[in-house]
């Protein structure tokens, strides 16, 4: 069993994070996919066998209505009602296309997709999910999914038709569906206090022995381990060091 651990972006330099950790979750693809040069420029400036993975371009999950869209500066493709939610439309399709490009130029293992929480289990996202997901192509790429509010029965049943990902915290759920290549997919926002969450937490020494438990005991060939909590440099090192003692 393999074990891969880094932060959901950078939170210090690239090359002191690619000297300290093994891979990375490349945030900036989901605002704005860069330019091929630039996103290969970092593939070349990481050691040989450092993994990337990327979050997929908003246009895919969030709708023009969401906040999100406010750090985005560049040229619109087609109508802005057409984006998010897993639509059937060009618009996603296209936004989909740019996030397997951003994952070629970094020869990235997988990508995010996460949906925000206004992504509701209803039977019209659902139509969504299922035509977006026998659809689009992979490239060989495996797909981790990041759903919010939606049950355990139903995470699990999209994921385990579309040979998906689910993505979990693991302080939350278990992982609910492994991909056929048995990879696990983790991301640690922080503490959960009534509803929401805390992104000034920071894990404790016991909380960290915790997560090293609970990981040793899931049967997977390989397993990503993301911190997105304020302290993710501090916690992602502690638990690196945990690991490998």
């Not at 869209?69 to 802005?80: C, D, L, S």
């Not at 659902?126 to 509010?149: T, V, Y």
Request: glycine share 4%; net charge positive.
């Amino acid at each position: 069993m393999k074990v891969l651990v880094g932060c959901c972006g950078f939170p210090i330099g690239m090359k002191k994070y690619f000297q300290t950790f093994q891979a990375v979750e490349i945030q900036k693809t989901f605002y704005q996919v860069p330019e091929e040069k630039t996103l290969r420029k970092w593939k070349e400036l990481a050691p040989k066998n450092f993994i990337f993975t990327l979050k997929c371009f908003q246009g895919v999950t969030h709708t023009f209505k969401s906040p999100t869209w406010k750090r985005f500066k560049g040229e619109i493709f087609g109508k802005k009602e057409n984006y998010g939610s897993l639509k059937a439309s060009k618009e996603v399709f296209h936004s989909w296309k740019k996030s397997l490009e951003a994952a070629k130029a970094l020869d990235a293992k997988v990508i995010l997709i996460q949906l925000p929480a206004s992504f509701k289990e209803n039977e019209e996202n659902l139509k969504n999910a299922e035509k977006f997901f026998s659809k689009i192509r992979r490239n060989g790429i495996s797909i981790a999914l990041e759903l919010r509010g939606w049950s355990k029965e139903g995470f699990k049943a999209i994921c385990k038709k579309f040979d998906l990902i689910a993505c979990v915290d693991p302080f939350i759920s278990e992982p609910l569906w492994l991909s056929k290549k048995r990879i696990a997919y983790f991301r640690l926002h922080g503490k959960y206090e009534k509803g929401r969450i805390n992104y000034k937490h920071k894990y404790s020494k016991k909380e960290l022995k915790e997560l090293k438990n609970k990981i040793e005991e899931i049967k997977a060939k390989e397993i990503y381990v993301f911190f997105n909590n304020v302290f993710m440099r501090e916690n992602a090192e502690q638990f690196l060091k945990l690991i490998k003692s």
